[in-house]
């Protein structure tokens, strides 16, 4: 482990062969705020557990239609979850519906349902409200109806969640649907005492600029 200032740590470790985990700590905390990046080719997935346990899954990576066997979600993100012990999803976020973004969700949300192997209770699901026309964005929507615990919203922004004391997440973007899924990317950041995470989807340049006149210095960060 690499020791970073006041007690700060950054670790890697490999989970599998195929997966390449950095997560950020307070390594002098017991419990300590855990942001994981997963390695899935093109497109992202980030899985955040926060010190009272809650856990965020922004992205699923690639899947759906034609990405069966690389599917992120089957051969990445839930494997992930299993070898931590994660049963509970707080949110799933969907930062915006490209393919590369949300191909894994499909695969989480209708194979972890009760009675599966690896069980999942998940909370709620984010989604910016760019109506995609692909049949991936479609079917994920389909999946998430067959999850009637499942609660569903477009966050604004503004909005935070609910990671426990200690924990600020806000939706600091989009500013507002626009003509394209990029910029009407979820934005959101993450703070923990004095390191913080920006976590900005696809957006591009419309909607960083509207971000920047909203919030200014306050977007400042330790990852982004």
Do not use: W
């Not at 979600?73 to 969907?94: Q, S």
């Not at 393919?99 to 009760?114: A, M, P, Q, R, V």
């Amino acid at each position: 482990m690499s020791r970073l200032k006041k007690g700060l740590a950054v670790r890697s470790l490999s989970t599998l062969a195929l997966l390449l985990v950095a997560a950020v700590c307070l390594a002098s905390d017991k419990a300590h705020l855990t942001v994981t990046f997963l390695d899935v080719g093109q497109g992202d997935s980030t899985v955040i557990t926060s010190p009272a346990g809650k856990t965020v899954i922004v992205d699923g990576g690639l899947g759906g239609a034609g990405y069966k066997k690389k599917d992120k979600g089957k051969t990445v993100i839930l494997p992930f979850l299993e070898k931590n012990k994660i049963k509970t999803v707080d949110y799933m976020v969907m930062t915006h519906p490209d393919f590369d973004h949300i191909g894994g969700f499909n695969y989480l949300l209708d194979e972890t349902k009760s009675g599966s192997k690896y069980p999942l209770t998940i909370k709620e699901f984010l989604d910016p409200g760019y109506q995609h026309g692909t049949i991936l964005y479609s079917e994920i929507l389909e999946s998430i109806k067959r999850r009637p615990e499942l609660k569903y919203r477009n966050p604004k922004r503004g909005d935070t969640l609910d990671l426990g004391e200690g924990v600020k997440a806000e939706i600091v973007g989009p500013d507002h649907i626009y003509k394209d899924p990029n910029n009407s990317s979820i934005v959101l950041k993450i703070t923990y005492g004095k390191i913080s995470f920006l976590l900005t989807g696809d957006a591009e340049t419309e909607s960083e600029h509207d971000i920047i006149r909203n919030y200014g210095d306050a977007l400042k960060s330790t990852v982004l």
